[in-house]
């Protein structure tokens, strides 16, 4: 009996803060304004970059969304509004690297960018592909075939939010072992997408089966919650992980 309550008692491991400059790069945001759902304005992406220096970060990798019906850009718009983006910079004495890429949507569009190679990618040839948040997609190992065989390494954005997977770390394992990289959002682990979504991000981190995280930021208030709950045990557990943002 008192071994049940011992246990039941337990403290939580105490683990040391997670800071975020020991990231060093953010690989996952929406920082150039008017392009999508993300930064409406330049004064807005100056803000968040502003933001993303003070939590200690070196590095952005901003990743417009390319979807074909609803934010239908393409690589030419992207870097246009990233030299854009730049030149304001210039202005500021702001020190912080950004680079763009993109956060692909998967439909039928993205399969003939794959096989001509015009995908814009970062770091390793690292791909950013988002699923539809509600029904499990279709063709899942023809999609990792093409973007493997076109040389991109792909990074499954925000694994923990489609609840098909809800309660199937598994699947993440699966894919990790044939050389698929599992991204995680770091507000997940806050409960900014709901108590499910937080469970399966916990579940993530206590499984270990993460490549990147990312802030996903579409707003400066994305930034200030993440940074009002750095202390939370489930962020500090992911400040324990070997993640690939460092290599960025």
């Not at 996903?216 to 400040?239: A, F, P, Q, S, T």
Request: hydrophobic share 40%.
């Amino acid at each position: 009996m008192a071994g049940l309550f011992s246990s039941f008692f337990k403290k939580k491991e105490v683990l040391p803060p997670f800071h975020l400059s020991s990231l060093k790069a953010d690989m996952h945001s929406h920082l150039i304004p008017g392009i999508d759902d993300g930064a409406p304005t330049m004064d807005h992406s100056i803000a968040m970059l502003s933001k993303f220096e003070s939590l200690g970060y070196k590095k952005v990798i901003t990743t417009p969304h390319i979807m074909s019906d609803t934010f239908p850009n393409t690589p030419e718009i992207i870097k246009n509004g990233l030299a854009n983006l730049k030149k304001e910079i210039e202005k500021t004495d702001l020190n912080i690297e950004v680079e763009a890429a993109a956060e692909y949507y998967f439909d039928e569009t993205i399969m003939p960018l794959i096989k001509n190679r015009e995908l814009l990618s970062f770091g390793n040839k690292y791909v950013l592909i988002e699923f539809g948040f509600h029904s499990e997609p279709q063709f899942l190992d023809q999609l990792f075939f093409e973007l493997k065989t076109a040389g991109y390494n792909p990074v499954i954005a925000h694994f923990e939010r489609y609840m098909y997977y809800f309660g199937k770390i598994d699947i993440a394992e699966k894919w990790r072992q044939k050389g698929i990289n599992i991204q995680l959002n770091l507000n997940s682990a806050i409960g900014q997408y709901g108590p499910a979504v937080k469970k399966q991000a916990e579940a993530l981190i206590d499984s270990g089966q993460i490549d990147f995280v990312g802030t996903d930021c579409h707003c400066i208030e994305h930034l200030l919650v993440l940074e009002e709950n750095i202390d939370l045990h489930y962020l500090r557990k992911v400040g324990q992980l070997l993640l690939k943002n460092t290599i960025l």
